[in-house]
């Protein structure tokens, strides 16, 4: 498993922006693909952005799509979340999570790592 820490969370206006940072523990986390998840508070937790181990595969829930952009640096072994236009609905704790192997998967349970989370708060 790799250890991962979320950081770049904090209070934004709507339609500003914001980068998430998911650094990574451990030399092998080039063979990790990564997710992003958020859960707002009285909410389920919610998929929003994966990442394949090589970059080279990347999806996105429809709720962030065009707005978001995920992406990965194995030589600094972090992942990005780039957050652009974003509105109060974005509220929420952001969650990076890693499995092996190359699917991206959008149910949590399929993880095996997590980070502490990071809060993102959007105000009107």
């Known amino acids: 498993q790799v250890q991962l820490v979320e950081s770049g969370g904090g209070l934004v206006q709507a339609g500003g922006s914001l980068r998430l940072s998911c650094a990574a523990s451990?030399?092998?986390?080039?063979?990790?693909?990564v997710g992003w998840f958020r859960q707002a508070p009285g909410k389920e937790r919610e998929f929003i952005a994966g990442?394949?181990?090589?970059?080279?595969?990347?999806t996105y829930a429809d709720s962030v799509k065009g707005r978001f952009t995920i992406l990965r640096d194995n030589g600094k072994n972090t992942v990005y979340l780039q957050m652009n236009s974003l509105n109060p609905e974005d509220t929420a704790v952001y969650y990076c999570?890693?499995?092996?192997?190359?699917?991206?998967?959008?149910?949590?349970?399929?993880?095996?790592?997590w980070g502490q989370g990071t809060q993102v708060t959007v105000s009107s």
């Open positions: 999570a890693a499995k092996n192997g190359e699917l991206i998967s959008r149910t949590g349970k399929n993880y095996n790592s």
């Open positions: 451990g030399r092998t986390f080039s063979s990790y693909t």
């Open positions: 990442i394949s181990w090589s970059g080279g595969i990347t």
